[in-house]
């Protein structure tokens, strides 16, 4: 039984085309191209192929030719050509009191026993002194290069 028919219009049948044989998108794009083109069981479409054959051909998994299949019967072609945006929104731990309070922190002396802060030292530390819950110490080191002070970058002579 087949789960999802892919029919295409003559009009998407020539985008479709035109898409493969220019070369200038995304891979990924083009690969769903040909696998739509391959699947079309419309009154243009000459021969269709099997699932195992594109899949061999192609050098991908039947389950991306029935993801690609899914995505275009349910959400039209735009989505099967390009996939989903991503939904989820991540909440911004780093606002701007925060980055000055460790800005600062950063550029003054470090702790007794080290030569510098690291980042590690500097995530530790502003956690202990209650600027914020918790923070990684990637999260420190994009907001330290967001900033254009570097107190290490100087060089003698």
Same mark, same amino acid.
Not at 55 to 61: D, H, T
Not at 74 to 96: C, F, P, Q, T
Not at 101 to 119: I, T, Y
């Given at each position: ?18 898409? *493969?044989? @220019? ?7 083009? #690969?769903? $191209? &040909? ?5 079309? =069981? !419309? ?47 991540? *909440?911004? @731990? ?7 309070? #460790?800005? $600062? &922190? ?5 702790? =007794? !026993? ?44």
């Amino acid at each position: 039984m087949k789960k999802y028919v892919v029919t295409l219009t003559k009009d998407e049948r020539e985008a479709l085309e035109g898409l *493969a044989a @220019k070369g200038k998108h995304k891979s990924q794009r083009i #690969l769903n $191209a &040909l696998i739509l083109l391959g699947c079309d =069981e !419309g009154e243009s479409q000459k021969k269709r192929s099997t699932n195992e054959e594109m899949a061999c051909v192609l050098n991908v998994s039947m389950r991306k030719i029935d993801r690609v299949k899914e995505r275009f019967v349910v959400e039209g072609l735009e989505v099967a050509l390009n996939g989903r945006r991503g939904s989820r929104i991540y *909440a911004k @731990k780093a606002d701007g009191d925060f980055e000055s309070h #460790l800005v $600062a &922190l950063s550029c003054s002396q470090p702790p =007794e !026993g080290f030569a510098r802060w690291s980042l590690r030292l500097l995530a530790d530390k502003v956690v202990e002194l209650e600027y914020i819950d918790s923070v990684s110490h990637e999260t420190v080191r994009r907001v330290l290069k967001k900033t254009k002070s570097n107190p290490g970058g100087e060089r003698d002579g």
